[in-house]
């Protein structure tokens, strides 16, 4: 299960998204998952595979907290328990659970567990909304490119007078040809910080790398708070998931989002094209590419990549057959 990418904290869409009595389907790491929410009214998730013949639980229905399998009618509760297996007053029900997966709702977002025993929380972004009550700004977009090379992609600014030469790189491309650029990868418990200068001016816009797969860039304005992340979600091999999320203390009316998205959208998508052209499709470690002093950030990302993600599974826990029943 999860490929590569096990045993981890991922955003994977807007708590909003997931309705009461509707199931939400998703793909994370080459699984299917199904969200849907509980009687009380709390997220949950199941692996998208009833344990009975293994089709797909989101096709099926979700009343009073609990999801419906469409194909026999089982049932099953956020704990993946076997609530009703229909004809079969009988059937040992304890033996045939859904397999459940741990997620959280957390400042607007919704999280999602790679595994199933998270020793931490997921550290997202709720102290700087609560503390700043800042408006959330998000929507997604889909890459055809293995989540590595777009992880990188957002750590790497050398690129930004090329790819955004007529939006966020118009800045930078004044230095083009003249200037000497600095890039810098200061290690931090949950990733790194980045920094970028110019003939050792410091640049505005730092970020930052989350491990696993989120960037955070700082743009603050003077008294205001202005960030954007950038979560990518591997939903397989070769197809990316990016949620493009803006966070804001101005502006906050809804009507404003139009703009921020726009925006995004646009730049986003001078890089799509790019990214998708890569080969190897996944990242390679760092030495099997021809790199230079600038490169810092990515070098760091791919080193971390392959020494902390790569080869890392967990397996699925063994479904218990009721033959007798």
């Not at 994977?12 to 849907?36: C, N």
């Not at 059937?91 to 199933?116: H, I, M, Q």
Request: hydrophobic share 40%; proline share 7%; charged share 25%.
């Amino acid at each position: 299960m999860f490929k590569d990418f096990a045993n981890l904290w991922t955003i994977v869409g807007l708590a909003q998204d997931l309705k009461r009595d509707a199931p939400l389907a998703m793909r994370v790491a080459g699984e299917r998952i199904v969200f849907f929410r509980d009687a009380a009214g709390k997220a949950c998730a199941l692996l998208d595979q009833c344990p009975h013949r293994g089709v797909a639980l989101s096709l099926g229905r979700v009343e009073n907290g609990v999801i419906e399998c469409p194909f026999h009618g089982w049932r099953f509760d956020g704990a993946g328990r076997n609530c009703h297996v229909p004809w079969n007053p009988d059937a040992k029900r304890d033996n045939l659970s859904a397999v459940a997966l741990p997620c959280r709702e957390s400042a607007g977002l919704l999280w999602l567990y790679t595994g199933f025993d998270p020793k931490e929380e997921p550290e997202p972004t709720q102290t700087l909304m609560a503390s700043h009550r800042l408006a959330l700004c998000a929507q997604s977009v889909i890459w055809k490119a293995h989540w590595t090379r777009v992880m990188e992609n957002m750590l790497d600014s050398p690129h930004l007078p090329f790819v955004h030469r007529n939006t966020i790189g118009r800045d930078l491309s004044k230095h083009l040809g003249a200037g000497r650029l600095e890039m810098t990868f200061e290690a931090t418990a949950n990733g790194g910080h980045i920094r970028a200068s110019v003939d050792g001016s410091p640049r505005d816009g730092n970020l930052d790398y989350r491990f696993p797969n989120v960037m955070e860039l700082f743009i603050d304005p003077p008294g205001k708070k202005f960030r954007l992340m950038v979560a990518c979600i591997p939903e397989d091999d070769r197809t990316t998931r990016l949620w493009l999320l803006t966070m804001r203390s101005f502006a906050r009316a809804p009507l404003f989002d139009f703009a921020f998205r726009w925006m995004n959208r646009r730049i986003a998508r001078e890089d799509q094209a790019i990214v998708e052209s890569s080969l190897p499709a996944e990242v390679p470690p760092p030495a099997e590419e021809v790199s230079v002093r600038t490169d810092a950030p990515t070098l760091a990302f791919r080193k971390i990549y392959h020494e902390r993600l790569l080869g890392s599974f967990v397996s699925r826990p063994r479904r218990r057959e009721d033959a007798a029943s």
